[in-house]
């Protein structure tokens, strides 16, 4: 088969079995298989696929057609310009978590400390203490698979933080300038609609909010106080239709300089505010 011949094969497996852009995710399964881009296959899609290779994609192809995300099965996924490693213990970090890396990195200052609570992949992190040089960074995630795949991401960045397996705040230690979030926050209720890629794929304990979908900003906002110095600030990504319920627990806890900040759609996407003790 020749590598044009290749892709056809994966575009119509991917169609048949309606994946979302299936076209696109049969190109760049394509691309990883072979490590080519768009200009090597205009120039050599005629030349045959080797054997491994075809039965490579094959694997892969399949494996998208049960809905496995895209990124699981290449590895890795860009955000704030930076290569990630991914895999099925961390989310796949979303465009829309720049916003929140965008909006902390214009109070972060020489150095501050930064505490990220929940850090996944690491990606929130590990952003900031790229494009913010000289701050002090901590990364804490309940899960051991997270904070494996944030600290291997750390290493491939360059970028020296320092990562604490705990639950909230068990085992993080001393005072922060910020806490910044991206905390689970999908209402137990809505996650049976979500796509089946997040809602079989992705790790639960990445996603759900529990009843209320506000669980880790109502604990966030009330523990993170110990652990902020005096003016600290809490930066929140949040689900579109949270800010009006978090900034007033911003507001019943103490905290002050409340704050929404709109995402590309104009939808309420970060929610900040800082605590000043009393
Ligand atoms: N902080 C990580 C991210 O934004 C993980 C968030 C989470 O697991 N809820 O991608």
Redesign the pocket.
């Given at each position: 088969m020749t590598i044009e011949e290749t892709l056809k094969y994966g575009r119509e497996q991917l169609n048949k079995a309606a994946v979302e852009n299936g076209d696109l995710d049969a190109w760049l399964l394509l691309a990883h298989v072979l490590k080519i881009d768009r200009n090597y296959y205009f120039l050599h899609g005629k030349d045959s696929m080797g054997d491994g290779e075809f039965g490579e994609y094959e694997r892969l192809i399949a494996e998208r057609s049960k809905r496995i995300p895209l990124q699981y099965l290449t590895g890795e996924q860009e955000f704030m310009g930076l290569l990630f490693k991914v895999n099925p213990e961390?989310?796949?970090?979303?465009q829309d978590?720049e916003i929140l890396v965008e909006e902390a990195l214009k109070r972060l200052e020489h150095g501050m400390s930064v505490l990220?609570m929940?850090?996944?992949?690491g990606?929130?992190l590990i952003s900031l203490l790229h494009y913010r040089k000289g701050i002090r960074g901590t990364g804490s995630d309940i899960s051991k698979g997270?904070i494996r795949t944030a600290e291997e991401n750390a290493r491939n960045c360059g970028v020296d933080v320092e990562f604490c397996l705990s639950d909230l705040f068990d085992h993080v230690s001393g005072k922060f300038d910020m806490i910044v979030?991206?905390?689970?926050y999908i209402r137990s209720d809505v996650i049976p609609t979500l796509m089946e890629e997040v809602r079989s794929h992705e790790?639960m304990s990445?996603?759900d909010g529990f009843e209320d979908g506000l669980y880790f900003y109502r604990r966030i906002i009330d523990e993170g106080r110990e652990y902020l110095n005096p003016g600290g600030w809490i930066y929140f990504?949040i689900g579109h239709d949270q800010g009006r319920d978090v900034m007033e627990l911003f507001e019943n806890m103490g905290y002050r300089d409340i704050q929404t900040v709109k995402d590309l759609a104009g939808l309420d996407r970060v929610v900040y505010g800082r605590y000043m003790e009393a």
């Open positions: 961390v989310l796949i970090p979303r978590t990220d929940c850090t996944g992949s990606c929130i997270a979030s991206n905390p689970p790790p990445a996603l990504e």
